[in-house]
């Protein structure tokens, strides 16, 4: 019962560092979603993926990029860190148009 | 604008107490609106998606319930176990459907 697994838990980067934070899901689900949670906000997206082979951005694309490898797996990559970045990063997943997201237990940034 | 206020934002109770959380938002028409449960250091688990006025969602010691301005997540007889903080997500009918709107949560403290 794995369900989404994102790696690393924990990352400390420097400014103008680059990373890459991975994101899998088992659960054979079409859409994939990154959002960040800072405190005092609610969840932000970032970047989502409908299906395999489309990506599209959210609220707060700017820094950021992303990748859907595959059906199982959607990556997002910080090109050059800044510390406004430093936040929980959470992966999703769902199945169809009006069912709930499922989320990973999220990569705790800090940029310094 | 489309819009999710949870109150009240923190919550203790005495084990047993019972109360409700609220989720009033502001969408142009509900595709679907979600509960979910976050305990520190970990991702949202979902708990409710509601989709109509006057519908209901129950489980163990918690009932979710929607109107066509707010959603109520009444905890019933709360144990330690129920602390966490609670979060509700909005899914608007006339965005797409990978646009959800989360709010700020509930932090929940249920004392022994």
Same mark, same amino acid.
Not at chain 1, 17 to 26: E, N, V, Y
Not at chain 2, 34 to 58: C, H, I, N, V
């Given at each position: ?32 979603y ?11 997206l ?13 609220e ?53 | ?11 203790? %109770? ?23 449960r ?22 163990e ?44 949560g509930?932090? %929940?403290?249920?004392?022994?």
């Amino acid at each position: 019962n794995a369900g989404v697994t994102q790696t690393p838990k924990f990352q400390v980067l420097k400014t103008g560092q680059s990373m890459t934070l991975q994101c899998a899901q088992d659960m054979n689900h079409n859409s994939m979603y990154w959002y960040r949670q800072d405190p005092g906000m609610g969840l932000r997206l970032i970047y989502y993926s409908a299906s395999e082979g489309t990506t599209d951005k959210g609220e707060v694309p700017n820094g950021y990029n992303v990748s859907r490898l595959n059906k199982r797996e959607f990556s997002l990559r910080l090109e050059s860190a800044a510390p406004s970045q430093t936040s929980v990063y959470f992966c999703a997943s769902k199945t169809g148009d009006s069912q709930p997201q499922h989320f990973g237990d999220g990569t705790r940034l800090s940029i310094l | 604008e489309d819009q999710v206020t949870q109150s009240p934002e923190a919550l203790r %109770l005495q084990e047993g107490e019972s109360s409700s959380l609220n989720c009033s938002y502001t969408v142009s028409g509900l595709r679907g609106l979600f509960w979910y449960r976050q305990d520190p250091g970990k991702g949202p688990e979902f708990l409710f998606t509601l989709y109509s006025a006057g519908e209901e969602k129950e489980k163990e010691r918690l009932k979710a319930t929607l109107t066509k301005k707010e959603s109520f997540l009444h905890i019933t007889a709360p144990k330690p176990e129920d602390s966490a903080t609670y979060l509700c997500a909005v899914q608007p009918l006339t965005s797409g459907t990978y646009k959800y709107i989360f709010g700020t949560g509930t932090r %929940l403290k249920v004392l022994a």
